[in-house]
């Protein structure tokens, strides 16, 4: 059974940092993109983050660009985010995705590309 599994999020004030690790068991994910979509109450989730399977290639979405940082590493089967400068609107359920074909059908920035997902990690942002 592939389990995709967040930790790292919690409560933080603005302008704080959050690291948020996923750690996949199950199957290797060495081979494919992952990514890091968000949540928040009352819209729809939205890409955030992804990385090619050698992390030679990262992919933001233009709210978090120069805050986050997507890494991973493919000896432990995890991705990780790295989260600055944080704001309220970044408040959100943080769902971490795994691409089971290696190909992103429909592109990195599209959930529809991801097979595997987790089952969220909250970031709150207070003011």
């Known amino acids: 059974q592939v389990q995709l599994v967040e930790s790292g999020g919690g409560l933080v004030q603005a302008g704080g940092s959050l690291r948020l690790s996923c750690a996949a068991s199950?199957?290797?994910?060495?081979?494919?993109?992952m990514g890091w979509f968000r949540q928040a109450p009352g819209r729809e989730r939205e890409f955030v983050a992804a990385?090619?399977?050698?992390?030679?290639?990262?992919y933001y979405a233009d709210s978090v660009k120069g805050r986050f940082t997507i890494s991973r590493d493919n000896t432990k089967n995890t991705v990780s985010l790295q989260i600055d400068s944080l704001k309220p609107e970044d408040t959100a359920v943080y769902y971490c995705?795994?691409?089971?074909?290696?190909?992103?059908?429909?592109?990195?920035?599209?959930?529809?590309?991801?097979?595997?997902w987790g089952q969220g990690t909250q970031v709150t942002v207070s003011s």
């Open positions: 995705a795994g691409d089971g074909t290696g190909i992103a059908r429909f592109g990195v920035r599209d959930s529809s590309s991801y097979d595997y």
């Open positions: 199950g199957r290797t994910f060495s081979s494919s993109p």
């Open positions: 990385i090619n399977w050698s992390g030679g290639s990262t």
